[in-house]
T-cell receptor, first 113, second 113 residues
Framework: QQQVKQSPQSLIVQKGGISIINCAYE??????FPWYQQFPGKGPALLIA?????SEKKEGRFTISFNKSAKQFSLHIMDSQPGDSATYFC????????????FGTGTRLTVIP | DTEVTQTPKHLVMGMTNKKSLKCEQH?????MYWYKQKAKKPPELMFV???????INESVPSRFSPECPNSSLLNLHLHALQPEDSALYLC????????????FGSGTRLTVV
């Protein structure tokens, strides 16, 4: 059972545009929501993360919006650049247990110059 | 040092071969993880080591054998693999079991012929 649902599967955006990736979860025990960025041939790298007591977190061009009541969160990439082309995974984490990180299915973002 | 180093980067092996993947971190992290990632899919957890002891084995076939010789080193021994085991094998570490900040290595691209 997929604990975290992610959409779209792929996304093509013009340079300078806004990229939006959405995720949803069911388990209300999740209390930490990271986003990972993965370039081809590399491992995932933590991009930005949010806790459910905050509705929005911004780091540079990257913003997470969090809707606790809807159990949804999204990543917005402002002024998208070709260098942002990568696969993005949302994830949800529990506070307990050695296996506490659950990934979404991933979104392949392509930013066209 | 804030990296997880994996060697080799690429490995081609026959179905009767025995090989090992190596993972090393010097961040003092006490939880280490092996993930398997197929193309266009999120990483799938295979094993978790907590304080050098195996704490989770996600029903992985016995042809994969993990080993944690010390707190900085994690090995994955491979024997009699199948072509469907071809994937990117990722190592990750975190400060402690249940800690949220995972650091991933760049992975070993394994091809079984």
């Amino acid at each position: 059972q997929q604990q975290v649902k992610q959409s779209p599967q792929s996304l093509i955006v013009q340079k300078g545009g806004i990229s939006i990736i959405n995720c949803a979860y069911e388990n209300t025990a999740f209390d930490y929501f990271p986003w990972y960025q993965q370039f081809p041939g590399k491992g995932p790298a933590l991009l930005i993360a949010i806790r459910p007591d905050v509705s929005e977190k911004k780091e540079g061009r990257f913003t997470i919006s969090f809707n606790k009541s809807a159990k949804q969160f999204s990543l917005h990439i402002m002024d998208s650049q070709p260098g942002d082309s990568a696969t993005y995974f949302c994830a949800a984490s529990l506070s307990t247990g050695a296996n506490n990180l659950f990934f979404g299915t991933g979104t392949r973002l392509t930013v066209i110059p | 040092d804030t990296e997880v180093t994996q060697t080799p980067k690429h490995l081609v092996m026959g179905m009767t071969n025995k090989k090992s993947l190596k993972c090393e971190q010097h961040m003092g992290h006490r939880a280490m993880y092996w993930y398997k990632q197929k193309a266009k899919k999120p990483p799938e957890l295979m094993f978790v080591y907590s304080y050098e002891k195996l704490s989770i084995n996600e029903s992985v076939p016995s042809r994969f054998s993990p080993e944690c010789p010390n707190s900085s080193l994690l090995n994955l021994h491979l024997h009699a693999l199948q072509p469907e085991d071809s994937a990117l094998y990722l190592c990750a570490s975190s400060q402690a079991p249940g800690y949220r900040g995972y650091t991933f290595g760049s992975g070993t691209r394994l091809t079984v012929v």
